[in-house]
């Protein structure tokens, strides 16, 4: 119905989107801002696919109306922020029902993870003690106004990049997180690259491009991150492993297999791991850069407003997923363990 950016590419770039997938649209409102497509009357709900730093902003005003709320990841670039947004999203209704905000964390739609995560539930490998994903891949692309280069706009890299990540481990691991140890930083990515901050001052890109990060969780879980940002030439982008007592799951992304091994009695030697078929969903119309999973969100999405149902990806996903990456960078700068309730404490 409408878009709203106050880059003229964007919008411009949004228009296109449109008429690609519907034919030409001359009924397609657009507008500069989104102050303006929020006083429409014609909308059911708006998707804020805004540059990081701007999305407290959007969400202050978008949650100030009835309309459901998706926003993209991550929900705020601060823990201060996200624990506000909570509060405004907060008793929230349209015509009867709960008005949405959800938070676009689509790695939860990506085939192979969501295979992992339900066999986790099913209890086929037992309790889980550990969980490990490895991110090996390309640098940050291109953004308008290059926003994705300092940390001020997006959170850090950990919060930026790595919040689909923590918010998987915190599914798998079934608790809340309650300790954060990493070490991380900037060694070949964007170190000559310089930016216009939000005070017009040029300054150099201050992004983190590796890091390994090590999450605790309340009933005891453990879980590892391995991202580098300058490792372009593996087989596989991502792989995920959890371990239970009674057996291991292991899978990729891209990939379309989710390896199970059950753990043999001691001393015994263990069976060959079983396959599970994790194929790309017949639903999928639209794979993108995400397997899909950005296009089944959506369709969710979708579901839960015309059956008045809840947001599948809530505010409080979205808020633990910024504060565990919040965290991850507060234990690389300070050297030192960083225990969750330091940043969560008034929220809680």
Wanted: contains cysteine; aromatic residues 6%; proline residues 6%.
């Amino acid at each position: 119905m409408a878009i709203a950016d106050p880059d003229p590419g964007s919008r411009e770039l949004g228009v296109a989107c449109v008429e690609e997938s519907s034919g030409p649209r001359p009924d397609l409102a657009v507008h500069e801002h989104h102050g303006a497509l929020l006083e429409r009357d014609d909308l059911d709900a708006v998707v804020i696919a805004s540059p990081n730093h701007t999305h407290f902003g959007v969400l202050e005003d978008a949650l100030a109306t009835d309309l459901h709320v998706m926003v993209e990841k991550p929900l705020c670039t601060t823990v201060d922020d996200a624990i506000r947004v909570s509060d405004l999203a907060a008793g929230r209704a349209r015509d009867g029902h709960p008005a949405m905000c959800w938070v676009a964390l689509e790695y939860r739609f990506m085939p192979t993870p969501e295979v992992l995560t339900t066999t986790v539930r099913e209890g086929r490998i037992g309790d889980v003690r550990m969980l490990s994903i490895r991110e090996h891949r390309f640098p940050f692309l291109q953004k308008v106004g290059d926003w994705n280069r300092l940390s001020a706009r997006t959170g850090g890299t950990l919060v930026e990049k790595c919040c689909h990540f923590f918010d998987l481990m915190r599914q798998v691991a079934g608790a809340d997180p309650v300790r954060v140890m990493a070490s991380g930083g900037q060694d070949l990515n964007h170190l000559d690259e310089w930016v216009a901050d939000d005070a017009g001052r040029m300054t150099r890109s201050d992004i983190l491009d590796n890091a390994f990060t090590i999450v605790e969780f309340a009933n005891g879980v453990r879980g590892a991150l391995d991202l580098c940002m300058f490792a372009e030439g593996g087989r596989y982008e991502q792989e995920l492993t959890v371990v239970g007592d009674r057996g291991k799951l292991e899978t990729t992304v891209p990939g379309d297999v989710v390896w199970l091994g059950p753990r043999p009695p001691v001393g015994e030697a263990p069976a060959a791991p079983v396959a599970l078929p994790a194929p790309l969903p017949e639903e999928v119309a639209y794979v993108g850069f995400h397997h899909g999973s950005s296009y089944r969100e959506h369709l969710r999405f979708l579901e839960q407003i015309r059956t008045g149902g809840d947001a599948l990806v809530t505010v409080e996903d979205g808020l633990w997923s910024v504060a565990m990456g919040a965290a991850a960078h507060r234990s690389i700068e300070q050297r030192r363990p960083v225990d969750l309730d330091e940043l969560v404490a008034g929220w809680r």
